[in-house]
Structures are given as C-alpha cells and as structure tokens.
C-alpha cells in the first residue's frame, strides 16, 4: 500500500496564528500566488490581502501546517475562487490533494456557490488530487506574468457544483 494514502493529513480553519505561516508560503510562491502579491511582497501587503480571504483552511501532516486552501472573489454571481499552496516539496503536493474533494465539498457544503474558479501558471503543481479531470478550462491569458525570467500562461478553470457532487459526494460521504 501506498504510505501517503495512511498518511495523518487533516484540515482546520484559518486563524490569525496561521498568518505568519501564510506569508512564509506566500513569499515562496511569489509571482506564482499572484493575488497575494500583487500588491508587492512586504508582509503587510501579504497579511492584507491573506486576511481577506472569504474562508481559509491550514492544511496539517500531524500537527505540522504544509499548505493552506482560501475561498476568495466571493459575490452575487454564485462562484468564487479556490486556490492551495502547499510547501514546496513533492510529499507535501502529493498528499495535499488526497483531502481536495474534501475541502472542496466543505465550501459547497456552507454556501451558495455553483462554481468554483482555480487559476494556475503553466508550471504550477498540480494540487487538485482526484478532482483534476473535473475542471473545465474557461480561458488561457497567455505569457501572463514573468516568472523567473520566463513568462507563463496563467489558466483560469471551472468546477460546477453538481458535477463534482454527482461524481465525489458519495466518496466524501463514505466511512473512513
């Protein structure tokens, strides 16, 4: 069996105390976590716009915080913006995306959302888990943003409420 599927990763919201943690990721990722440091990489920039998320989660191996999940560009349209970061190590990525259905259940769970958006560059980790196939490619902007001395395309994908719950409710409902 595949160590990382017994693996102790969980979720809890964000809080205050995770906002150090926040700006650590948010300064490695740079360019490639653009809505955070769009603004500029000073940590009250960083801070400013992390505390603003619509909901946040800190994603823990033990009692260890390695990535975290936001919901963000919340509104009247009925979608928002998903997005996880993770530290940078390939472990980390690979069982981060065993709970995305989870989280991903949890916002659609608590809301009204009908869709959700996730944007990544071309050379992004791919972070989604088993909810990959399931976003649909709504628009590529290309050579974005110039990001380590290459620019790269930024894709914007979409995930609808009742594919996702047609296809992963019934294994997010199942007994561990």
């Keep these: 069996m595949d160590s990382v ?11 205050n105390e995770d906002l ?6 948010a300064a490695v990722h740079g360019a490639r976590w653009w809505n955070v440091t769009k603004n500029g990489s000073s940590p ?19 009692q260890t915080p390695i990535g975290i999940g936001t919901l963000s560009d919340t509104g009247s349209a009925g979608t928002g913006l998903f997005d996880i970061r993770v530290v940078d190590d390939e472990h980390s990525r690979e069982i981060v995306g065993r709970i995305v ?9 608590v809301s009204d959302i009908r869709a959700l958006y996730h944007e990544r560059f071309e050379n992004d980790p791919r972070l989604l888990g088993p909810t990959e196939p399931y976003w649909r490619t709504q628009v590529i902007f290309p050579s974005y943003a110039l990001i380590e001395g290459r620019y790269e395309s930024l894709e914007q994908r979409v995930l609808w409420r009742d594919e996702f719950q047609e296809v992963f409710l019934p294994l997010v409902d199942a007994p561990k």
């Design 101 to 109: 259905p989870e989280l991903i259940q949890s916002v659609f769970a």
């Design 44 to 62: 009250e920039s960083m801070i400013s716009l992390i505390s603003r998320f619509a909901a946040g989660v800190t994603i823990l191996r033990g």
């Design 20 to 25: 150090v943690f926040a700006y650590e990721l």
């Design 5 to 15: 599927a017994h693996e102790d990763v969980s979720w809890r919201l964000f809080d």
